[in-house]
């Protein structure tokens, strides 16, 4: 079975522009959440949706939106770029919604690195 | 965003020995998480841990929920080179966002 899908793998854009990432989930799971991960930390939470309703927002500014598709793939967007955005940006995927099920984790795809120059 | 307070920040260990690795949260989680990350690549889920004193193995991984839920550790035995990696432990909140640890960078020396 496939494992979670991003695109593109690579990205380069400069300041001031936009860009939109995708998130295929695996195969029956319905939530989809976005992760922030400047390089030597953790990942940060971003957003989580499920049933194409957002389900939870991180610490960040408004200029990232999310949406999820009635085929639960995901897209994250991010407007007016700034060079602190640099970063992989990473999706996972899980069953439910963390709480609904008590076994409930989460599945990393192999992320979005974008460079914002 | 909140992080996880991970210990420690990195090894250095010979192949064969044992390593122990352990995460601290100042608020209450109800799930606790391993993952493993290679340069590059997305987070690989190594054993999660759904209740308080439980104690999960995953071939050599073993990793433990601490019983006043906000702590977990992991130990790894007879290490190989293949461990290679930087160590993620994650916490999913009682407000069920999913919280992640500083890192601990594994090398291990052959």
């Known amino acids: 079975d496939a494992g979670v899908t991003q695109s593109p793998t690579h990205l380069i854009k400069t300041r001031g522009q936009q860009v939109t990432l995708r998130c295929s989930p695996i195969s029956g799971h319905k939530s989809v959440s976005w992760y922030q991960q400047v390089l030597g930390q953790g990942p940060q939470f971003i957003f989580q949706y499920y049933e194409k309703e957002e389900r939870g927002r991180g610490n960040f500014p408004d200029r990232f939106s999310a949406r999820q598709f009635p085929n639960y793939s995901s897209e994250l967007n991010v407007n007016a770029l700034l060079l602190g955005d640099s970063a992989l940006y990473l999706c996972?995927?899980?069953?439910?919604?963390?709480?609904?099920?008590?076994?409930?984790?989460?599945?990393f795809g192999p992320g979005t690195r974008l460079t914002v120059l | 965003g909140q992080q996880l307070n991970q210990s420690p920040q990195s090894m250095f260990i010979q192949e064969g020995e044992d390593v122990s690795m352990n995460c601290t949260s100042s608020?209450?989680?109800?799930?606790w998480l391993w993952y493993k990350q290679d340069p590059g690549e997305g987070p690989v889920l190594l054993i999660a841990l759904y209740k308080a004193g439980e104690l999960t193995s995953n071939g050599r991984l073993t990793a433990q929920f601490g019983i006043t839920r906000k702590d977990s550790f992991l130990n790894i035995s007879a290490s190989i080179p293949s461990d290679v990696g930087i160590y993620f432990c994650?916490?999913?909140?009682?407000?069920?966002?999913?919280?992640f640890g500083t890192g601990t960078s594994l090398t291990v020396i052959p």
């Open positions: 996972a995927s899980s069953l439910a919604w963390p709480g609904k099920t008590s076994t409930d984790t989460q599945y």
């Open positions: 994650a916490g999913r909140s009682t407000g069920n966002q999913f919280y």
């Open positions: 608020s209450i989680f109800n799930t």
